[in-house]
């Protein structure tokens, strides 16, 4: 038996050892009388008094702590009976490490698995602050599970980030403790949020030929996106194309989805075969079709990304929109607005060379002159001037050639820290779609392209037609009655298209998307005739 007291605490506290480690707790007995020099030492009536209260309390805790231990052996005991394997129970510092050496039938993506090891670590270090001594992750209660959730709310993120992080959090604990059942999982009970889907918008026809037009010249992006315009493959499916899936003699693509492991097959169109053609002639046929794309997309996939929505910003510029030109600025307001940002920094050293570098660089030096006068580093030079441009928001460096706005391309959201891309990579895969469903291309072929499972997926999310598209679409296929229903018969005073006039109004307005329906609609009207 050991008891402790502290010179900065009227509480007595008990010393134990559990699991091998000492641990002390506070016995909630207050230290009354007069304190010895020593806790050794006898004092007065009233401390030994408390000193017995302290005993006596101390001998509850250690009795408590022997049949908590007790349980637990039988717990883990007829855990081990039911499931056949020993049962452990895993502190929570080792949360991700456990999540990634759970048995999957797919790999996790490299920055999926970074986000939901990042998600367990932030879940643990709540939990060893809010609920104090729970270090293993079978001591979790549901109150802790609850109040993580609400943090996550009350940090502003969507309602499918929510759900993601409940998810994850819920399985996780399934998957380590299989033997529980559901209602000793803390998550349990917690009911997913409403989602607010944001879908991907087409391009019109218009706008993939500027799209084309905008990266014409870029020989490391271009492929990129002709492939996905021509097929409706992923990102990484595009990049990662392998002259093995290829087969230009027979005009196919037939390769294996890495998202969902499907099985595609797609039509080589005349425009990707002729960036086949180029990507043949220097690679060889061999290993990946776009090489250089390829190691890219497996060493920094956003890169790809920023590429693409640059062309988009180029192609989709408006009067309006996201690529307005900045206006220009003197150098006088350039030189006053450094100076301010520099003052901010205070009377440091950092302050005073970043004075010394601008206004060099402001008078007309160049860099490798401001190198020279000011002795310092081109690295540190460029950080200094990069640092103004970028906090003051002025045009600093001259001959710098700066990214397009990609404002433009996002939308807000009612809930979520960011806001939502509606055209991007991705918009090329529900431009295919939308246009393959639109010009009467079964639902069944589209699947086939695309690898989608189920219908409900390539309708809700996938197939986006714009309004006119859909009223010529409606308008074509639906019976005449209908569709000139709102037109009154020549009896009462309004005119009725007559077949011949009704043939000519369609060949005038015939489009590559809707000829097939137009001439069947015709072959109908010339049997009236």
């Known amino acids: 038996m050991s008891l402790e007291i502290r010179k900065s605490s009227k509480w007595w506290y008990g010393v134990f050892m559990v699991n091998g480690q000492r641990t002390v707790i506070n016995l909630g007995v207050p230290i009354t009388g007069r304190r010895p020099p020593k806790r050794t030492m006898l004092g007065d009536d009233e401390f030994e008094r408390s000193r017995g209260r302290a005993m006596q309390a101390y001998a509850k805790q250690r009795k408590k702590m022997d049949e908590d231990r007790t349980g637990e052996k039988a717990l883990t005991k007829l855990a081990e009976m039911k499931t056949g394997r020993e049962v452990s129970f895993p502190m929570l510092i080792d949360l991700p490490q456990h999540w990634e050496a759970i048995p999957r039938r797919k790999t996790p993506d490299g920055r999926y698995a970074h986000q939901c090891k990042t998600t367990l670590e932030r879940f643990a270090a709540f939990v060893v602050e809010r609920q104090r001594g729970a270090d293993e992750f079978v001591s979790v209660k549901p109150e802790t599970a609850r109040a993580f959730m609400a943090a996550e709310e009350a940090r ?9 992080t409940l998810k994850l959090l819920r399985a996780t604990f399934r998957h380590l403790h299989p033997h529980l059942n559901d209602g000793s999982n803390p998550f349990h009970g917690l009911v997913t949020k409403a989602t607010e889907t944001v879908n991907r918008e087409p391009f019109t026809v218009e706008e993939l030929k500027a799209i084309t037009e905008a990266c014409a010249g870029d020989d490391f992006i271009r492929p990129i996106i002709v492939t996905g315009m021509c097929t409706a493959m992923r990102r990484g499916d595009c ?6 899936d290829v087969d230009l003699k027979a005009g196919f693509i037939t390769v294996k989805t890495a998202k969902t492991g499907e099985t595609v097959d797609i039509p080589v169109f005349p425009m990707l ?3 086949l053609q180029r990507a043949l002639a220097s690679t060889g046929g061999k290993g990946c079709c776009f090489p250089e794309q390829a190691q890219m997309y497996t060493t920094n996939p956003d890169g790809i990304t920023w590429r693409v929505k640059q062309v988009l910003a180029k192609a989709l510029k408006s009067p309006t929109g996201p690529n307005t030109p900045e206006p220009s600025v003197s150098t006088d307001e350039v030189r006053t607005k450094g100076l301010a940002y520099i003052k901010g920094l205070g009377e440091t050293s950092k302050a005073e060379n970043m004075r010394v570098v601008f206004t060099a660089y402001v008078d ?3 860099l490798k002159e401001v190198m020279a006068g000011t002795c310092c580093s081109r690295g ?3 950080n200094y001037l990069n640092e103004l441009e970028r906090d003051t928001g002025f045009p600093i460096l001259r001959g710098k050639q700066r990214a397009l706005k990609t404002d433009g391309l996002q939308t807000e959201r009612e809930n979520g820290k960011r806001r939502a891309s509606v055209h ?3 918009s090329f895969r529900v431009t295919w779609i939308t246009l393959a469903l639109a010009a009467g291309v079964p639902l069944e072929l589209v699947q086939r392209v695309t ?3 189920t219908v409900a997926v390539v309708m809700k999310h996938y197939f986006r037609p714009g309004r006119e598209d859909f009223r010529q ?3 074509a296929a639906m019976p005449q009655f209908l569709v000139n229903g709102h037109k009154k018969s020549e009896t009462k005073g309004e005119v009725v298209l007559s077949p011949k006039d009704e043939i000519r109004r369609i060949v005038e307005h015939v489009t590559p998307r809707t000829w097939k329906k137009d001439k069947a609609r015709i072959l109908q009207l010339l049997e009236i005739v």
């Open 156 to 164: 502003g993120v969507s309602p499918k980030t929510w759900n993601d």
């Open 424 to 426: 991007d990579f991705h």
């Open 473 to 475: 679409a409606l308008n």
């Open 364 to 366: 007309g030096q160049n």
């Open 380 to 382: 540190t030079v460029s």
């Open 451 to 453: 690898g989608h499972r």
């Open 273 to 275: 075969r002729d960036e």
């Open 239 to 244: 990049c990662m194309l392998k002259w093995d």
